[in-house]
């Protein structure tokens, strides 16, 4: 297995503990280890381990700076409104070269090489299904990365899942189908699971009906060798129940519904940018 340069994750929220978790998972070397920081002891703190260094920012007001000095990668986990600020403390301390990753809707590359000229800048936009190593993971590099810089990166996301390449102008239309898209699972799953309780399932016999449904159906899916659109006609019989069913979805226009989902999950993320 490769192995990658010391790697700083700053800002270890819900989306970097899924990478980190995956990470160390992995079991890939990083030499040099991996350093984290948080804002706060009771969230750094658990993070700790033999190969993890972990910063609490309310103890050591230049964790940062301490964690990517001589990094050879360095992830900024902070919400999008705080990545220019962020890049700005941590500058001057990066190295030529430094691969800065950011995992932050909507921050373009272009607006981070503005602030660190000397690093080599990538986007990535992960989902949660990183921390049991099913992520997918869209991947961008900037003006300044290297095809080798991108390489490094696409091994660092591969340990967490699968990893797609895209020019930069589609991260954030991927961000709202890949980055979202569990949400809108988890969402499906909670109303269907909602309807089996009301139709007097208990909730675990509801979440067992429900959740192992969703979870055979998508096995299903990656193990076939044809589309969701015959899937679905194979357990559609002629005039049966499943019919009547689908039928009422489709009623719903289900595709429109996502399409003004999506389009509204975009507007955010130039939002965000900006």
């Known amino acids: 297995m490769a192995s990658l340069p010391t790697i700083s994750m700053l800002g270890v929220g819900s989306m970097g503990g899924a990478i980190l978790s995956g990470l160390l998972a992995s079991g890939i070397e990083v030499q040099g280890g991996i350093r984290v920081t948080n804002r706060s002891r009771a969230k750094a703190a658990p993070l700790a381990s033999d190969v993890v260094t972990a910063y609490a920012l309310e103890d050591d007001p230049l964790g940062n700076v301490r964690a990517v000095d001589g990094a050879g990668i360095v992830i900024l986990g902070v919400k999008p409104g705080m990545v220019a600020d962020l890049l700005l403390s941590i500058a001057p301390t990066l190295a030529p070269g430094t691969i800065v ?117 998508a096995e299903l899916l990656v193990a076939s060798d044809v589309g969701p659109a015959e899937l679905r006609r194979r357990v559609t019989s002629p005039h049966g129940t499943t019919e009547r069913a689908i039928g009422v979805l489709e009623s719903a226009n289900l595709k429109h519904l996502f399409d003004r989902a999506t389009a509204s999950a975009l507007a955010r993320a130039k939002e965000l940018a900006t």
């Open 101 to 217: 990753i950011s995992i932050a809707a909507g921050v373009t590359t272009a607006s981070m090489e503005a602030i660190a000229p000397q690093a080599a800048v990538v986007r990535a936009m992960p989902n949660t299904p990183a921390v049991l190593g099913r992520a997918v993971t869209g991947l961008a590099g900037g003006a300044s990365a290297s095809a080798e810089d991108i390489a490094r990166a696409r091994t660092l996301f591969e340990t967490v899942g699968t990893v797609l390449q895209v020019p930069e102008n589609k991260m954030d239309a991927l961000s709202t189908i890949s980055g979202s898209g569990p949400a809108y699972v988890f969402y499906l799953v909670e109303q269907l699971t909602s309807t089996a309780v009301d139709l007097g399932f208990s909730a675990s016999e509801a979440a067992t009906m429900v959740n192992q449904t969703f979870l055979g159906a």
